[in-house]
């Protein structure tokens, strides 16, 4: 079992940054896949970038590609999201998600989900 605990939301003009934290706590939780995702009012759940295991791989969304990076903290258990440039667009909870394989890019495939973090972006 692995808990996952969302922090580092707000509210940011565009054009701003915000860094999303993700704490895993679990006793194998540095051996999980992590994905970030995200959902706008009247929207599906959509992905945003995900990390594998080691760390080495790394995935994001055309919607996103050259201004949010993923990373993880393997000692600290904690995955991050650097969001700059942000858009209006952006604007939705963003949620984290363990999967205990290899990485995905579909919501259906991670296992545990945090409660989720507001991200709001004013124009």
């Known amino acids: 079992q692995v808990q996952v605990v969302e922090s580092g939301g707000g509210l940011v003009q565009a054009g701003g940054s915000l860094r999303l934290s993700c704490a895993a706590s679990?006793?194998?939780?540095?051996?999980?896949?992590m994905g970030w995702f995200r959902q706008a009012p009247g929207k599906e759940r959509e992905f945003v970038a995900a990390?594998?295991?080691?760390?080495?791989?790394?995935y994001d969304a055309d919607s996103v590609k050259g201004r949010f990076t993923i990373s993880r903290d393997k000692a600290k258990n904690t995955v991050y999201l650097q969001m700059d440039s942000l858009k209006p667009e952006d604007t939705a909870i963003y949620y984290c998600a363990a999967r205990q394989a290899v990485v995905a890019q579909t919501a259906p495939e991670y296992d545990y989900w945090g409660q989720g973090t507001q991200v709001t972006v004013s124009s």
């Open positions: 679990g006793r194998t939780s540095s051996s999980y896949a």
């Open positions: 990390i594998s295991r080691s760390g080495v791989n790394t």
